[in-house]
C-alpha cells in the first residue's frame, strides 16, 4: 500500500496447519542514517492469521504480498517477504507434518515470479528475543493469535538486523 516513495514494506509469515502473517509498514528515514530510530518511523502494522485448506492460505499469503508491493498506487513499495523456516524436529506428525515446507516452496516460487523478490528463510530461534512483553512497550500489541504472533517476531527481527546493516550502508530517500 505505497502511498509514497519512501515507505519500506516487510511481511512475515509463520506458515502451518494456520499461517500467522505480520505486516510492517516503516518510513525508509529510519535506515538512512545511524541516530534515527525504527519505532518512530514506523507508519503502521497489522497482524492475522490465513485459515483452511493450503491453497486457501497461500492465496491470502499471495494477495496480502501483493497488496504491500502495489497496493495503491502510484508507487511501487521497497518490500521484504519472509518465514519462519522449517525444522524438521519431531519424526511423527502424519499428513500436515510438511505444510510449511509446501507452502514456503510455493510462497518462494510465487515472490520471485510474481514480485521479482527473494522469499527470506528465517529460523525460528531467532525471533524468541522478541517477546510480548517487548511488543507491547513498543505499541505492536495487540497481535491477533499465536502464529501472528509468531510472524510478528520475526518480523521485528527482521527489521533490526536491516537497521543494523543500515548503519554501515545508509540507505537513500528517493525524490
Not at 534515527?36 to 503502521?44: C, H
Not at 492460505?57 to 513499495?77: D, H, K, T, W
Not at 499465536?146 to 510478528?152: G, H, R, T, Y
Request: charged share 25%.
Amino acid at each position: 500500500m505505497a502511498k509514497n516513495k519512501n515507505e519500506y514494506h516487510v511481511v512475515f509469515f509463520d506458515p502451518g496447519g494456520r499461517t500467522g502473517w505480520a505486516h510492517l509498514v516503516l518510513s525508509v528515514k529510519a535506515f538512512t542514517k545511524p541516530e534515527n530510530k525504527v519505532l518512530p518511523n514506523i507508519l503502521s502494522w497489522n497482524t492475522g492469521e490465513f485459515e483452511g485448506e493450503e491453497h486457501d492460505q497461500l492465496r491470502g499469503c499471495v494477495e496480502l504480498i501483493q497488496n504491500a508491493r502495489y497496493g495503491l498506487m502510484p508507487f511501487v513499495s521497497r518490500m521484504d517477504v519472509g518465514s519462519e523456516d522449517f525444522e524438521l524436529t519431531q519424526l511423527i506428525g502424519g499428513k500436515d507434518l510438511l505444510i510449511p515446507v509446501r507452502m514456503n516452496a510455493v510462497l518462494a516460487w510465487e515472490c520471485q515470479r510474481v514480485f521479482g523478490t527473494t522469499l527470506q528463510l528465517q529460523q525460528r530461534q531467532l525471533r524468541t528475543a522478541i517477546t510480548k512483553d517487548r511488543l507491547k512497550l513498543w505499541k505492536l500489541w495487540p497481535v491477533k493469535g499465536k502464529d501472528a504472533f509468531a510472524a510478528m517476531q520475526h518480523a521485528v527481527t527482521w527489521v533490526r538486523r536491516e537497521k543494523k546493516k543500515s548503519i554501515e550502508r545508509p540507505w537513500k530517500l528517493d525524490n
